[in-house]
């Protein structure tokens, strides 16, 4: 336990007091005079009592003061936590393919025909085509794919999913060899509302508001960061039904950094078939995880 309050004290200042298995420091956030910030170093549980910024996991709470990478390893060692050693890998330049065609500038090709076709049946409109800057290929790589590109909070591109347009054998997504630790659509996100968390691109376009796509079952580091950071207050997990497993570990590790985490129930079906407004009567019916709540749902996964 003391050596959890030294770290803390270098990262905080001195703690001034402590009682009933609570130490108290002056709060980094509010800066009030008399030390509120309460922390439970044997649960890692914070709250300040003026300012009440609070949180479940000290992670979240060495996040949010910018604490140094040395100091979340030797946090993690402390907590007997895993931090995993991996080499580097080596990506691609990312950048869109030269054979990328804007589908809202209209082209007199069967190509372009197909691909906007394609397009529309997956409930795509032209305002989204144009937010999100969808293209296709017509010849290349990435021939007879929608591209769909996502952009960092800079506007700058961080990633691109390329979807084949035509129902064949062949693999239906094609992604350019970066990493993934990005946020994908970062730059439509208002960090001040609650966030939606789907699976895949046209989940999160069928969304529309506020949806960040995992292009998979787990949360990047750079995201978990920025919901910490932003001081996000409600998260909804909207995964497909199959992946209960995987949404109960989502759910856990969001319940420690998250004041608000919330489950959709998506009735068998991903939100890009459920659409827009079914979607958000959902997510409006979405109700807060607790932590009873939380066991069970580890329990049946």
Same mark, same amino acid.
């Given at each position: 336990m003391y050596e959890l309050v030294g770290l803390l004290d270098n990262i905080l200042g001195p703690h001034q007091k402590h009682a009933h298995g609570e130490f108290y420091w002056t709060c980094p956030f509010c800066n009030h005079h008399k030390p509120k910030l309460a922390i439970n170093v044997?649960?890692?549980? %914070?709250?300040? %009592?003026?300012?009440?910024?609070?949180?479940?996991?000290?992670? $979240?709470?060495?996040?949010?003061?910018?604490?140094?990478? *040395?100091?979340?390893? +030797?946090?993690?060692?402390?907590?007997? +936590?895993?931090?995993?050693?991996?080499?580097? #890998?080596?990506?691609?330049?990312?950048?869109?393919?030269? +054979?990328?065609?804007?589908? %809202?500038? #209209? *082209?007199?090709?069967?190509?372009?025909?197909? /691909?906007? *076709?394609?397009?529309? $049946?997956?409930?795509? $409109? /032209?305002?989204?085509?144009?937010?999100?800057?969808?293209?296709?290929?017509?010849?290349? #790589?990435?021939?007879?794919?929608? =591209?769909? #590109?996502?952009?960092?909070?800079?506007?700058?591109?961080? !990633?691109?999913?390329?979807?084949?347009?035509?129902?064949?054998? /062949?693999?239906? !997504?094609?992604?350019?060899?970066?990493?993934?630790?990005?946020?994908?659509?970062?730059?439509?996100?208002? %960090?001040?509302?609650? =966030?939606?968390?789907? +699976?895949g691109v046209y989940d999160a376009m069928a969304i529309k508001r506020n949806a960040i796509p995992l292009l998979g079952k787990t949360i990047p580091p750079k995201l978990m960061d920025k919901l910490?950071?932003?001081?996000?207050q409600s998260v909804y997990l909207s995964l497909d039904p199959d992946a209960l497993k995987q949404t109960a570990h989502l759910a856990e590790d969001l319940w420690k950094n998250v004041p608000n985490v919330y489950i959709v129930p998506l009735e068998d079906k991903d939100p890009s078939d459920l659409g827009f407004e079914r979607m958000n009567e959902l997510i409006r019916q979405a109700k807060p995880l607790g932590f009873v709540d939380l066991i069970k749902l580890r329990a049946t996964a």
């Open positions: 044997a649960k890692g549980a %914070w709250h300040c %009592w003026v300012c009440n910024v609070s949180g479940r996991h000290l992670r $979240t709470l060495l996040t949010k003061v910018g604490a140094s990478h *040395q100091d979340m390893a +030797e946090l993690a060692r402390i907590l007997h +936590e895993t931090v995993p050693v991996s080499t580097a #890998p080596t990506y691609d330049v990312l950048a869109l393919p030269k +054979e990328y065609h804007p589908l %809202w500038i #209209p *082209q007199n090709k069967i190509e372009y025909r197909n /691909a906007l *076709q394609y397009t529309v $049946t997956r409930g795509i $409109t /032209a305002g989204d085509i144009l937010r999100y800057q969808i293209g296709y290929c017509d010849e290349g #790589p990435y021939a007879n794919r929608i =591209i769909i #590109p996502s952009f960092d909070s800079d506007g700058r591109l961080n !990633y691109f999913v390329g979807r084949m347009y035509y129902d064949t054998d /062949a693999i239906k !997504y094609k992604n350019p060899h970066v990493s993934k630790d990005i946020i994908v659509f970062d730059r439509d996100i208002n %960090w001040k509302y609650p =966030i939606v968390l789907c +699976e910490i950071k932003e001081n996000v």
